[in-house]
């Protein structure tokens, strides 16, 4: 199907455990940006991409790690999950300033 | 002060009331507007994009910027229960198109 997807939807982990979740788009948009978003916090910016090897950190980045080899795959890895990872996690992609965004991951570390 | 402020509610009309959204910011670089809508466990999904100042109307909704007042608003006419969702707004004035958000308006329509 068209569009972008994220795997897994919903994932529960253990503190210290390393987590990778998978963004995958199918518009072969330039950009791609990985999103958190907490009550009270909203929508923060974790990681972005401007196109395939090309990454830069966003307004939380700590404890998180990425790669983009390919233009329409950018994993989000948690190298040694803590509690408070525990969100929602948006992965979006762009060609412009309009964002589209996946349906999201709910994470849970224990 | 945070760059972007959202009021986040929650906001409850009657079916059919005309709804007011808004946002205000910081940031004069701020150029390009959007208005995400989001339902309840599901990612945004764009409503709404306007650039620079002015009116831009869909259907329903009205998108609003206000430049000097540093002001957007997003209006719904005849709202519906459908219409019951998050609303985020959203901006951005940078070369890499990364978006600032507002922290959403948690928005209910009652039948």
């Known amino acids: 199907d068209a569009g972008i997807t994220q795997s897994p939807r919903y994932k529960i982990t253990e503190t210290g455990r390393q987590v990778t979740l998978m963004c995958h788009q199918t518009w072969s948009h330039s950009y791609m940006f990985w999103y958190r978003q907490d009550l009270g916090h909203g929508l923060r910016l974790i990681y972005y991409?401007?196109?395939?090897?090309?990454?830069d950190k966003g307004e939380v980045p700590d404890g998180y790690v990425v790669s983009r080899s390919k233009t329409e795959n950018f994993p989000l890895t948690l190298e040694s999950a803590t509690r408070s990872q525990t969100s929602v996690y948006f992965c979006a992609s762009s060609e412009a300033y309009e964002q589209f965004f996946g349906p999201g991951t709910r994470l849970t570390v224990l | 002060q945070k760059e972007v402020e959202q009021d986040p509610g929650p906001l409850s009309v009657p079916e059919g009331a005309i709804v007011s959204l808004n946002c205000t910011y910081s940031?004069?670089?701020?150029?390009?507007f959007m208005w995400y809508r989001q339902y309840s466990r599901k990612g945004p999904e764009l409503l709404m994009y306007t650039y620079s100042s002015g009116n831009k109307e869909d259907g329903r909704f009205t998108a609003q910027v206000d430049k000097s007042s540093k002001y957007i608003s997003l209006f719904i006419r005849d709202s519906q229960p459908s219409d019951s969702a998050t609303y985020l707004c959203a901006m951005s004035g940078g070369s890499n198109y990364k978006l600032t958000f507002g922290k959403g308006t948690l928005l209910t329509v009652n039948p």
């Open positions: 991409s401007a196109a395939a090897d090309i990454t």
């Open positions: 940031n004069s670089a701020f150029q390009y």
